[in-house]
Structures are given as C-alpha cells and as structure tokens.
C-alpha cells in the first residue's frame, strides 16, 4: 500500500501521512502535487512532499486522502528543495512555508479560470511581434560587467554590481537577460517594491517585444497570481518580474537571477516566515548553478563585505561612471545651528527651489515622514496624541481631518480641544509631508505642487497618475517620502533637498546609519540624471558629520568601510550571525517571563561560541494592544547558530504557554 506524506499549512513541525483508496493509482510522480485531505472536523489542501510504503503510524489508523489535482505539472524537486531549506534555516513549519511559496488560489486547490477551459494550452506570445528597439551604446564599464558576468553563464557565480546611481545598471541587466534568452532560459528579476514593478515590466517588455514576460507581486489579483505561478511551472514565460514573493516561482529553465536594490530593506519579510528574498535567491542561484546578479548603488554592508573581502562570496563588478548624465548631483551640507528655518526649511533651500522655478526645472524636497505633523499636544498640560494600543503617536493627517497611528492603523478625528484640561489651543507639532505642501504653497502660490506619499499614492491607479504627471511635466515641486527615492528617471529633476535626516544619525539600531546614507544618496540620485546638471542640499545640524561628508564626496567605499569597521569593534553582523526570539502578550512581564524560560532552556544546554543575551523590551513595545519583548542569540559561527537553534527551537514548541502569549524567532534579523 502506498502512503501519501504531506506538508500542511498548521503550525505544526512535521507532515501527516495518509493512505489512499486502494482503486487510487499513485507513484512517486505525484510528489509536489496539491492533494484535498480531512483534518479535524473539515479538509484542507496540502502538498506531497512522499509517497513511502511504510507508517509509523498503523495503517488502519490513517485517514483516507481525498482528491489529487493531477490537472497540473507537479511542483518540481528543485522548488521542494527550495522551500525545505528555508524550512529549515528560517525555523519554520515546512507546510507554512509551501503554503507561502504558493498563491491563494492554488494553495486552496483552485485553478484559474484561464485554466479550466483550455488547462493543457500554453500561454500565447504576442500574436504580432514587434522589431526591438536600436539599442544604446554600452559605456566601457557597461560593457566590461556584461562580459565579466555573461562569461559565467552555465555556472554558479555570485557578482554584486556597485553601480553609482544614473550608471545604466538597468541597461546591464537588460543585456544579461538578452543573452540568457539567447541561450533558450529564463530570467527572474526581483525588485524591493509593487511601486517599481510596473515601470520596469514597461521598460523590459518594450525591450523584448516577443518575449513571454509575467509580474508576481503581492498587488495582483489572486487569479492573476495562479496564471502567473502556473505558465512559470509550465515553462511558458521567459522573464519574470516580481516583489519578494517571486522568489518562489518555479522556473523550470532558470539561466539568470538579478536582484535590483539589493540593499533594500523590503527585501526581508517581517511576518510569518521571516526569510530574505535576497538570500534566498543566492541560494536558489547556488542550487541551480546559474549567476546571481545583485545590484545596488548602496550595496548593502554585508553585501559589501563578501564582495571587497580577499576570498569574499561575491565578486565585485563596479559602474563609477553615470550613463548619460556627465557627472553625479553636487551635494552640500546646509548648516542649519545658527539660522532660524522658514517653515522648517532653511533660505538656501527656498531660494534654490526658486531658482528651479524660474528655469522651469523641477525640485524635490524629500521628508520621510508623511501626515501633516507628528504629534498634536497641549502646551498647557502636557498631553500629546498617543496612540491606546501603541507605544506611538497619532499622526495628524490634516487632509482628512483624522489623528492615525502608522503602526496600526487606528484613527479618530482631530481633538477641537485638550481632552486632558480642556484647553482650546492645542499645537500640531513638527512637519510631515501634508505641511510642507502647504507652506510650500505660500511661499510659492505658482508652483503646481504634487505630494508624493503613500496617503496620495495609495492605489496602482493613483501612483501612475503621479508618475505621469511628474514625467509630462505637470508638477514644478515633488514633496515625497522614501517611495521617490530610487528607480525612477525625472529628467527635468535637477534639485533634492532633503529635511528631518538628522534624527536617523543617533538612533539605537545599529543599521540606522547604514539606512539613512543608502536614503539619502538614492534620492539624491534622482537629480541631474539627462543633460542638466543635479545639486542636492542637505539641511543638518551635523554638517562635519562623517555620514554626510562621505555623501558630499559620493564615496560610499569610504562610509562602508568606516561602518564595517565599527561592527567589527562591536561584534556586528556581518562578522557575527543572530537570531531573535521575540515573544508579544498582554501584559510584558508575560512575554519577559516566557523569555526567561526561554534563556533557561538553552543555557543549560549552550554550546560553545553561543552568546545569549538578556531579555528586553522592544523599542516599539506594544503595538496593536500587545506588549512585546526580545532575546537576542548570537555567534561568530553561522554553522554553530544553526546547530542549536532547532533542539531549542523544539524545547520552546514544547512550553506550555498562555494562549494570549505568541512568539516567533526571526533569523538574521533586521529590525530591533
């Protein structure tokens, strides 16, 4: 009798066996197929992971499978290896993880509708290919990487290309991709955000006209997600473009992985399975033994450290050269200790904008804060807007008239008064991007003004009515957040003036630096990129700082190395490696005493070149009315890391804990 042994989506560490109807024909080629299962007192879908003779369970005892969904190829070995890995180095529930891997509609054993009526059809090209563009001329530095690079088509490599911004990375990789399909693969290209997706799906496709290219982000409609999924497993797309989620696309033919941004943050998933997209798709590339491509203008110090380092993983391909523009942006500190700001910008800044104006030039002044101020308090008692269920402030978002927490979403309108003592003159207090349009607005009553933040740009519909305004020329001032920061081409952008950067420069988070630089040169990149020359001022309490004066000389080599030699002197990533056991509950001495269970349980069994450090309370401690803690493990080893975790990780499954208490371990953290 054959067994089926399947992979569920439960928190759960293990897989269930179950037997099938002895007139069910199944063999090893139904491994990596959905399969409908009972389990309690319903059914779900989960995936085949075996099929064995024998149980340790008695067969009698084992409920009977239902229905196999055979309508489809099965997910191959590779794609099972891929997300056992992850299973297996993030800590996670094997079922979870497939059950992330896949989209909506599969993981519930639904077919698109495409699918059902023609399920054996391939995906069709374009019925009328077009003839492709005359291709730009390659920059001598273009084309060495693409030569260094396509050298090592067939095998794995792994090639950081530090390219600063305006290089033409884009095109290098657009010459890769030409060459993988060339040879009859696929490429997958990642990139940090959905907002990227759509401008680069244009940029390839109208490259490639006659090839087979499909977007998988987490913005598509499920169905549009499955066909997705789906012509990838069939081997009918030629590139695909995607958020982090693509990383788990089965490509059947994969020739080339690029991960564009490859410093970005968003990269890291920060609920569920907490994996790296980008380390993930290094391993893929390993596994499939094809070139990884990870770019960046500011690479990101780990990436930096296995690229410069004698032996490192990575070999390092550099663009130093900007592709059309002559030179970079002029960037220049504005030291604001001794001036008194005029809307909280200083009179270089405002007489710099009016300069644009008159040349019909277009700014951006970039504020990582959006709303219109964030706190409103009363200076007669004290009282500010906090949010009940976080440790934050409500936001005032002046638009529409609301206080909004930005770590949980609650909102209630604006207090007419102190609720406190009942003054009537409370204050909104320090700027986001909602105020600086409106002083903007009086100082410049002319300018056409367009704020640009996830308030104003919430849909796909509104983010490209905005990026076409900005393109055709609608818009004089751009106000924007971190959304404008990277990957897009404004040619009559010639001026960034960036406000509010100060605060990053102290912060506790260790990485705080490292952001603060990446932000602030990825946006300072967005001027002078065509023919008119960029500038970028800087307004800083700080102007002999370090930070900005490796940005005033765009020499990031000289920042990294200052960063990494720092860690090394702390015992930092990269020359350490962590995990974080974080653990939420109503009350935080509930989560801190599970912690101390926790340290309990692995002191007594620590092996050596483990560090464990004493439980403390998150930055942000409650969020969404749960109090949160952390327990961070720590070892100069990443084989001795993943050694101990998973017998402790067991011992901690075992705890009887409250129900009201959940925890959750985050490998190579990134928040903290």
Not at 508 to 531: I, N
Request: aromatic share 6%; hydrophobic share 45%; proline share 7%.
């Amino acid at each position: 009798m054959s067994i089926l042994r399947v992979a569920l989506d439960l928190p759960l560490p293990r897989l269930f066996d179950y037997r099938v109807a002895a007139d069910v024909v199944v063999g090893r080629e139904d491994i990596g197929r959905c399969v409908r299962v009972p389990f309690g007192r319903g059914e779900k879908t989960g995936i085949i992971v075996d099929v064995v003779a024998h149980s340790q369970q008695p067969v009698e005892k084992l409920k009977l499978a239902g229905a196999i969904f055979r309508e489809l190829p099965p997910l191959p070995a590779e794609w099972l290896a891929l997300t056992e890995f992850c299973s297996r180095y993030y800590q996670h529930p094997l079922g979870e993880v497939m059950a992330l891997a896949l989209p909506p509609y599969l993981r519930r054993g639904k077919l698109p509708a495409a699918r059902k009526e023609k399920t054996a059809t391939r995906l069709p090209a374009p019925s009328a290919p077009s003839v492709p563009p005359a291709l730009p001329t390659l920059l001598p530095e273009q084309a060495q990487a693409v030569a260094t690079i396509a050298a090592h088509f067939g095998r794995y490599a792994a090639f950081l290309l530090h390219g600063i911004t305006g290089s033409g990375k884009t095109e290098v990789y657009l010459r890769l991709i030409a060459e993988t399909l060339a040879q009859g693969k696929q490429a997958l290209m990642l990139v940090p955000e959905i907002a990227l997706t759509p401008q680069l799906e244009g940029r390839v496709a109208a490259r490639f006209p006659a090839a087979r290219i499909v977007s998988a982000h987490s913005g598509l409609a499920e169905a549009a997600r499955a066909r997705g999924f789906v012509a990838a497993l069939e081997g009918d797309i030629d590139i695909l473009l995607g958020t982090r989620l693509a990383v788990f696309a089965p490509m059947p033919r994969l020739g080339l992985i690029v991960v564009d941004e490859e410093h970005d943050a968003s990269f890291k998933q920060q609920e569920g399975l907490r994996y790296s997209a980008r380390d993930v798709a290094v391993w893929r590339a390993h596994q499939r033994q094809v070139p990884i491509v990870l770019g960046s203008a500011t690479p990101a110090l780990e990436s930096f450290y296995h690229a410069t380092t004698p032996g490192g993983r990575y070999q390092h391909v550099e663009l130093t050269r900007r592709a059309v523009a002559e030179a970079p942006p002029t960037v220049r500190c504005v030291d604001t200790r001794r001036e008194k700001l005029q809307d909280g910008m200083s009179a270089a800044l405002l007489a710099a904008i009016g300069e644009r104006l008159e040349r019909q030039e277009q700014s951006l002044v970039f504020l990582n804060r959006r709303g219109y101020a964030p706190v409103l308090a009363c200076p007669a008692c004290g009282w500010v807007s906090r949010c009940r269920r976080c440790a934050a402030n409500k936001v005032v978002h002046l638009a529409d008239k609301r206080l909004r927490c930005h770590h949980c979403g609650l909102e209630t309108a604006i207090d007419r008064h102190c609720p406190t003592c009942g003054n009537l003159d409370i204050h909104a207090f320090g700027r986001g991007t909602q105020r600086l349009e409106e002083n903007l607005a009086t100082r410049f009553p002319s300018a056409r003004i367009l704020r640009v933040d996830r308030d104003s740009a919430n849909t796909p519909a509104k983010w490209r009515a905005v990026l076409t305004a900005i393109h055709e020329g609608h818009a004089d001032i751009l106000i924007g957040t971190q959304m404008l920061a990277k990957g897009h081409d404004f040619p009559r952008l010639t001026l960034v003036g960036a406000v509010g950067a100060d605060a990053a420069l102290f912060a506790a988070d260790f990485r705080a630096p490292e952001r603060l630089f990446s932000q602030l040169m990825q946006v300072g990149g967005r001027s002078g990129r065509a023919s008119l020359p960029g500038e970028v001022l800087i307004q800083t309490e700080y102007p002999q700082h370090p930070l900005y004066q490796a940005l005033v000389a765009h020499d990031y080599a000289r920042f990294a190395q200052s960063q990494l030699e720092e860690r090394r002197q702390a015992g930092f990533p990269p020359f350490t490696f962590q995990a974080m056991l974080r653990a939420e509950a109503r009350q935080l001495d509930d989560a801190l005493e599970f912690l101390k269970q926790a340290a309990a349980l692995a002191n007594a069994q620590l092996p050596a070149g483990i560090s464990l450090y004493d439980p403390v309370p998150m930055r942000m401690y409650r969020v969404m009315a749960l109090e949160r803690a952390q327990l961070l493990v720590e070892s100069a080893s990443r084989p001795a890391l993943q050694g101990f975790l998973p017998q402790w990780v067991e011992q901690l499954r075992a705890l009887r804990t409250s129900r009201q208490l959940r925890w959750h371990l985050d490998v190579d953290p990134q928040e903290f």
